[in-house]
DNA sequence: TACAACCAGTTGCAATTTGCAAGCAGTCTG
DNA sequence: CAGACTGCTTGCAAATTGCAACTGGTTGTA
């Protein structure tokens, strides 16, 4: 069960953890997609990740204690996913490799304009945005809360290009 | 040759193109080991990448313009391999994959040193880090340089480390 | 109360990737 | 000229991935 490690580095033993090609696009989609549920995550996905895959990263991130499951009240299979601190501190690592993907990879404007905006926000806006995750994920109330929040941000400017695309499309 | 992209998102994109279990070790060598010949990224490496995955990982890193190479004029059949300023502008990416396993993640005492150093160090000793590896690497000449290098603090701190756990063995 | 749609997964299987060990041709060293 | 060293390559078994179909249950609707 309990795989032997191959070293104690810091960088392997998070690579062990995160480092193949679905964990942390289902990190991603929990923290800036808001998916909560299997199905969402299955479904509204933009690379298509396959059921067993899925499957099997959610009970690897449970295990690591990077997520955790529990039943909706609302429907008696549904499971709610949420993150842990240890989860929601990813975040730095995603914005880093958002921005160095938007630097030098041909990325699309539409999924493009979040790694912008994340990438001159910066950590302070990657910290602002991790509170909203925790409020959202573990039920942590944040204090301050003036104006859009950084998730709210991110959505907008998304639906902005989304919306400009298809005007030019007609 | 290309296989397609899953999508355009700069997250999936950098997931592609280093989302894997070794090339960020290989890198990571390169960085913080100063590795630059194939023998020494085979052999020197804690985690013993075998030579075949080696060979194709550096393949990729090559074809993806993370890395250069080039012949070593003291011995015809050795290669020198060289980060690109893309390459080394995977540090921040590092770095933080290195902070967070040594937050959650059993790290050795020795191999956790540096993830300490480099964390409390920040991005503006990363900064000064990547300037480092712009000279050795690209051969860009830095200004100020005073005192010693964050390599050599690195290394140095590692070195504390492990003589301190040596006397601790007699 | 029947029925379709939806829920979270599981199963079977083929294709790809990984990891180990051995091997190889050329190069340098004593 | 022998032996060690160079950057790889090859063969093959084992593990992982990816697709598609399927399961057993729940929920909303007529």
Redesign the interface.
């Given at each position: 069960m309990t795989e032997p490690?191959?070293?104690?580095?810091?960088?392997?033993?998070?690579?062990?953890?995160v480092?193949?090609?679905w964990s942390?696009?289902v990190i991603?989609d929990m923290m800036f997609g808001n998916r909560r549920h299997f199905r969402e995550l299955l479904t509204k996905s933009?690379?298509?990740i396959s059921s067993n895959i899925l499957a099997d990263r959610l009970k690897r991130l449970l295990e690591q204690g990077i997520i955790t499951r529990e039943d909706d009240p609302s429907h008696k299979q549904k499971g709610i996913y949420s993150l842990t601190e240890?989860g929601i501190?990813?975040l730095?690592?995603?914005?880093?490799?958002?921005?160095?993907?938007?630097?030098?990879?041909?990325?699309?404007e539409e999924?493009?304009i979040r790694?912008r905006l994340l990438s001159e926000g910066g950590?302070k806006m990657w910290a602002e945005f991790m509170d909203e995750l925790r409020e959202a994920h573990v039920g942590v109330k944040r204090r301050k809360k003036t104006g859009p929040s950084v998730g709210e941000r991110l959505q907008a400017a998304y639906q902005k290009v989304m919306a400009k695309k298809a005007s030019n499309r007609i």
């Open positions: 490690e191959r070293s104690g580095c810091p960088i392997n033993l998070t690579l062990e953890v480092g193949d090609k942390l696009l991603r933009d690379e298509g240890q501190e990813l730095p690592i995603l914005a880093q490799m958002s921005a160095w993907g938007y630097k030098y990879l041909p990325v699309t999924l493009g790694a950590p």
